[in-house]
């Protein structure tokens, strides 16, 4: 069965502090993993997709990375406006759905 | 361009009623899609509509959740007779084309409390 374990459930940083959060999946045939933002009383907003291992991706202060088992979002230097919960979820080859994980919720204080 | 529209934002209901819930894709996404989340627990899969045809149904919890897509434009998923274990956050996403190569976008969401 596909899964997704996102570690650790809550992340508390001081402004400038860098640090990662991890997702870890098991599927069968990964067809791209994905991250999200997500703010209080709002949708899930695309961040990033991976599909192969190796494969880095960046945006700002974020960086994506995937391996065959997990996924790594490292936030360098974060500012108190990246605080929000992070969700990773990942498609098989088989359906056209997403199978999400819990979600990191990062807070960031100045 | 408009993101994914979803009314009502919130909705409080009695055991029993009858609740819709409407998501209005982006105009020209053919692939629409209905996901929950239950208080403490992971965002689940619903359904997925092409145009007008459901895909796949497979994470439908029973038979009284009912979704239809008129036409392959919006799409409305209705609840009767609701019971407590219903509430939750449903939201809808769209997308140009299947596999995620175009990106799914959400609604911000309806929040559905049954008491």
């Known amino acids: 069965e596909d899964q997704v374990t996102q570690s650790p459930e809550a992340l508390r940083l001081q402004e400038g502090e860098s640090s990662s959060l991890n997702c870890s999946y098991t599927?069968?045939?990964?067809?791209?993993l994905f991250w999200y933002r997500q703010d209080p009383g709002k949708g899930p907003e695309f961040l990033f997709t991976?599909?192969?291992a190796g494969e880095e991706k960046e945006k700002e202060r974020l960086k994506a990375t995937l391996t065959k088992k997990e996924s790594f979002l490292h936030i360098t230097a974060p500012k108190p406006e990246d605080s929000a919960t992070y969700l990773c979820a990942v498609r098989n080859y088989n359906t056209d759905k997403l199978i999400f994980g819990t979600g990191t919720r990062l807070q960031v204080f100045p | 361009e408009a993101g994914v529209t979803q009314f009502p934002s919130h909705s409080v209901i009695e055991k029993g009623q009858t609740v819709t819930l409407r998501c209005d894709p982006i105009s020209g996404h053919d692939n629409l899609y209905w996901y929950r989340r239950v208080m403490g627990k992971e965002i689940k899969f619903l359904l997925h509509?092409?145009?007008?045809?459901?895909?796949?149904e497979s994470g439908m919890p029973n038979n009284r959740f009912l979704a239809e897509r008129t036409g392959g434009t919006y799409s409305t998923l209705k609840v009767q007779p609701a019971e407590l274990e219903d509430s939750g956050v449903y939201f809808c996403?769209?997308?140009?084309?299947?596999?995620?190569?175009?990106?799914?976008?959400f609604g911000s969401g309806t929040r559905l409390t049954v008491v």
């Open positions: 599927v069968s045939g990964l067809r791209g």
């Open positions: 991976l599909y192969s």
């Open positions: 509509f092409v145009k007008e045809s459901k895909q796949d």
């Open positions: 996403a769209s997308s140009q084309g299947t596999g995620g190569y175009y990106g799914y976008t």
